[in-house]
């Protein structure tokens, strides 16, 4: 399977950017690129995902190197409420279901994003 | 937009007795269901998955199981449960783009 490494802590000050980022160089040519967020004793969070664009949503933006082989997560003004363990993991793509060991969400330690006030 | 309930948020069950843990997704069609067990510090164990009604894959060997008797509804349940099957458990639907959206979890102990 292919691997993700990210730092294992960041801080950042609330209402500030935030940069988080994944390397991913064995990354296949049908890997997507998947962001979650987990808080202590609660579910994941889908933040974002995506394949080779540059991606944005309501919550972050994703930035993918051209060559796929990394990807940066972006808060643009961090909250407390941003504070959390973000996993950065490659997922089949979605034409394909989630069973079998695809559907096993295996995240790696995740960064652990610190945001002061 | 989509919610995704889960219930009870925590349990505490004697060794031997039944579960029943009820999901129900709002807001969305025919979504594909997902019941993960989340061990403490680990990823995401898929147990069951769902992708029409009455329509139920089992991942692992255990005496879990599931069903799917609505479009929005998947129920995870025991006969007799074990000392093994505590966990946090989460019920999951996926999105056409391939994101998945978790409920609240339950927290399960069996005593």
């Known amino acids: 399977d292919a691997k993700t490494t990210q730092p294992n802590s960041m801080e950042s000050n609330e209402e500030e950017p935030v940069h988080l980022p994944c390397n991913h160089s064995?990354?296949?040519?049908?890997?997507?690129i998947h962001w979650y967020r987990q808080l202590p004793s609660q579910g994941p969070e889908y933040v974002i995902h995506?394949?080779?664009s540059n991606v944005n949503n309501r919550m972050a933006s994703l930035a993918i190197a051209e060559d796929r082989k990394s990807s940066t997560l972006i808060l643009h003004r961090a909250t407390l409420r941003d504070a959390a363990v973000y996993y950065c993991?490659?997922?089949?793509?979605?034409?394909?279901?989630?069973?079998?060991?695809?559907?096993?969400?295996?995240f790696g330690k995740g960064t652990k994003l610190s945001v002061k006030p | 937009s989509q919610t995704i309930h889960q219930w009870p948020a925590t349990l505490v069950q004697p060794v031997g007795s039944p579960l029943s843990l009820e999901c129900t997704v709002e807001?969305?069609?025919?979504?594909?269901l997902y019941w993960y067990r989340q061990a403490a510090g680990r990823g995401l164990q898929l147990l069951f998955y769902?992708?029409?009604?009455?329509?139920i894959s089992s991942e692992v060997p255990q005496n879990l199981s599931a069903s799917r008797p609505q479009d929005r509804q998947f129920i995870l349940s025991s006969k007799k449960l074990l000392l093994s099957d505590s966990g946090f458990y989460l019920c999951?639907?996926?999105?056409?783009?391939?994101?998945?959206?978790f409920g609240p979890g339950t927290r399960l102990t069996v005593l």
């Open positions: 999951a639907w996926r999105s056409v783009s391939g994101g998945q959206f």
């Open positions: 064995t990354i296949s040519g049908t890997d997507y």
């Open positions: 995506g394949l080779t």
């Open positions: 993991i490659l997922r089949d793509p979605p034409s394909i279901n989630y069973g079998g060991s695809q559907g096993n969400l295996i």
């Open positions: 807001g969305t069609s025919n979504p594909n």
């Open positions: 769902s992708v029409g009604i009455g329509q």
